[in-house]
């Protein structure tokens, strides 16, 4: 039993959830930072996103974002970088941290390199919300402070 990936994909569907509560509308202070390997299979970003992050990337959902859609293996967002608009599609394996400042809330995931994406069932399309902060990449402190189950795992 692989229970390394069995955790992974637990913790991925508390992200998971909690976009879905997103596409509704994010309540009170909440805003996610959501860090994602931008070469994974499945991301698609316009060209010039993919050429100023050509590895990593941090994308913050907090005001100005809209269409957020989770689906069964990816979630899709709109966000304006520099006041263009950009849709992006991020499949959950490509997520490396997801954190909520507002709360100090954050996971970091290793990299999903299994030929299966990870998944979690989703029962809601979401519908958009529109609000007005840009998208950004951005660094976040909370994000250092993000516990690994690394000390747990066995050698």
């Not at 069995?6 to 202070?29: F, Q, T, W, Y």
């Not at 990870?118 to 529109?130: G, I, L, Q, Y």
């Amino acid at each position: 039993m692989n229970y390394e990936a069995m955790v992974s994909n637990a913790l991925r569907g508390v992200m998971i959830e909690a976009l879905e509560i997103a596409a509704k509308g994010l309540p009170g202070d909440h805003h996610f930072f959501i860090e994602l390997d931008t070469r994974y299979t499945g991301v698609h970003l316009p060209a010039h996103l993919s050429a100023q992050y050509p590895e990593t990337m941090t994308i913050v959902l907090q005001h100005q974002y809209w269409d957020l859609t989770v689906s069964r293996d990816e979630f899709s967002v709109g966000l304006a970088f520099g006041g263009i608009r950009n849709s992006l599609t991020v499949p959950f394996g490509a997520v490396i941290s997801f954190a909520d400042p507002s709360v100090n809330f954050a996971l970091q995931f290793e990299a999903d390199k299994s030929a299966e994406p990870a998944t979690v069932p989703v029962a809601v399309e979401a519908a958009p919300d529109d609000g007005d902060a840009a998208g950004e990449a951005h660094h976040d402190e909370a994000a250092e402070k993000v516990v690994t189950l690394d000390a747990f795992r066995k050698k």
